[in-house]
């Protein structure tokens, strides 16, 4: 005779089981990325400031969570540069928030529990992003960090970590797409395999 209390554990451990979620961390590899486009350094300046080098001319060896550190580092900089004023904090504030995002956001999506996850945290770290260089164009337009090369490498920067993004996101919804087109193939094992 079967109790009521029996079939209670069995029918929690078959839901255990079906929602289990993978916590398999994918790491992002290291790209080799050429730049083409970096500013023009500043008299007075050193001219390799926030940039990771390889020792190859021409290119540079990226790996994505080091440009992202960068990237926050360079934002902190440039925030602790804003006047003290009422718009100045307003939007060192702002830039800081939206610049340190990415970074911890990046961390995020390493650890996604499913592709949707993954293209979810993308593309939360490309629209910080995109804020993150309004946000540095309107530090621009006000002139209140004339010629610095920390706001020069910003708006450089965020250019090419939103086509990273962008590019990433675009493969992530292909591979999505080409994996939900696979059919299921059940496996089948002869008798002597059953064990």
Request: net charge positive.
């Amino acid at each position: 005779m079967k109790s009521r209390h029996d079939g209670t554990k069995k029918e929690s451990k078959m839901r255990k089981r079906k929602h289990r979620t993978s916590n398999i961390e994918h790491r992002t590899s290291k790209r080799v990325i050429r730049i083409s486009n970096l500013p023009e350094s500043i008299p007075g300046e050193p001219d390799d400031n926030y940039v990771v080098h390889d020792g190859n001319i021409g290119r540079r060896t990226f790996d994505l969570e080091n440009r992202l550190l960068e990237f926050a580092s360079a934002i902190i900089d440039l925030s602790e540069k804003l006047p003290n004023t009422r718009a100045g904090n307003h939007i060192a504030g702002q830039i800081l928030r939206s610049g340190t995002s990415p970074l911890p956001n990046h961390g995020e999506e390493e650890s996604a529990e499913s592709l949707d996850d993954f293209i979810h945290k993308l593309k939360i770290c490309l629209k910080e992003l995109r804020e993150t260089r309004r946000w540095a164009r309107l530090l621009s337009r006000q002139h209140w960090t004339r010629n610095d090369s920390t706001l020069l490498f910003i708006q450089s920067e965020s250019d090419e970590l939103i086509r990273i993004f962008m590019t990433s996101i675009k493969t992530a919804k292909q591979n999505a797409i080409s994996q939900k087109k696979k059919p299921f193939t059940p496996v089948n094992y002869s008798m002597s395999e059953a064990g």
